[in-house]
């Protein structure tokens, strides 16, 4: 089955600067590549998503990237903020049942 | 638009006693509703797969008879823990496929916390 690597486990930056975390993926047939937000006690939001016939998108601070030839996509925040501070999960998957990363704990430093 | 809804947000229950966990796709139809268990910063562990008017399909390891799944509706799926232990303490979230978006995104509800004492 699909195994999802997620790294770094946790990240500190401090407000303002850039935050960068990297999934890769094993299975080559997969094909929808999300990225969800936790913050604490409440459930998963989408923030972004990428489809495999797309290298890059990005939606205002938020930006992921998609190498399907090394199997690894990254989500990019940029102008980091407080409220950024949370549990990031990458997703993938080749049809609908999800396959999470460990989760990444970002913490924006004011 | 694509909410999900989750009821009960928490739950303390006895041992031995049945909770009963709701999840609703308030804007959107979902045929297929998804549960999943997490246990403190873990992440998201996918219990079974809920698809509207037919039997649920179960990940391996995941008790069919103590997790039970009814998707009667195209806007709500329930989750019965049965016969809960403190053991099944955890925190539950359901999510939804969003056709009408595309085919494969899911959007989570806010999570039901269940402890059982």
């Known amino acids: 089955g699909e195994n999802v690597e997620q790294h770094p486990s946790t990240l500190s930056v401090q407000e303002g600067d850039s935050a960068v975390i990297k999934c890769t993926y094993s299975d080559s047939a997969s094909n929808y590549f999300p990225w969800y937000k936790q913050e604490l006690g409440k459930g998963p939001q989408l923030i972004i998503d990428?489809?495999?016939?797309?290298g890059e998108k990005k939606d205002q601070r938020i930006a992921v990237t998609l190498n399907k030839t090394a199997k690894h996509f990254s989500l990019h925040i940029t102008e980091t903020q407080p409220e950024d501070s949370a549990v990031y999960f990458c997703a993938a998957t080749s049809g609908y049942a999800l396959n999470f990363g460990k989760g990444t704990s970002l913490l924006v430093t004011p | 638009g694509a909410v999900v809804s989750q009821h009960p947000s928490w739950v303390i229950c006895k041992s031995g006693t049945s909770v009963k966990i709701e999840c609703r796709s308030l804007?959107?139809?979902?045929?297929?509703m998804f549960w999943y268990r997490q246990f403190p910063k873990q992440s998201l562990m996918l219990m079974a797969t809920?698809?509207?008017?037919?039997?649920?399909?179960?990940e391996q390891g995941v008790e069919k008879d103590k997790f039970l799944i009814n998707h009667a509706s195209l806007t709500l799926s329930t989750l019965t823990v049965t016969s809960a232990h403190p053991e099944d303490s955890s925190f539950y979230i359901c999510s939804a496929l969003a056709g009408r978006w595309g085919t494969d995104t899911q959007y989570f509800g806010p999570g039901t916390r269940l402890t059982v004492l």
């Open positions: 990428i489809r495999s016939n797309v």
């Open positions: 804007d959107f139809q979902a045929t297929t």
């Open positions: 809920s698809n509207e008017g037919s039997k649920a399909t179960y």
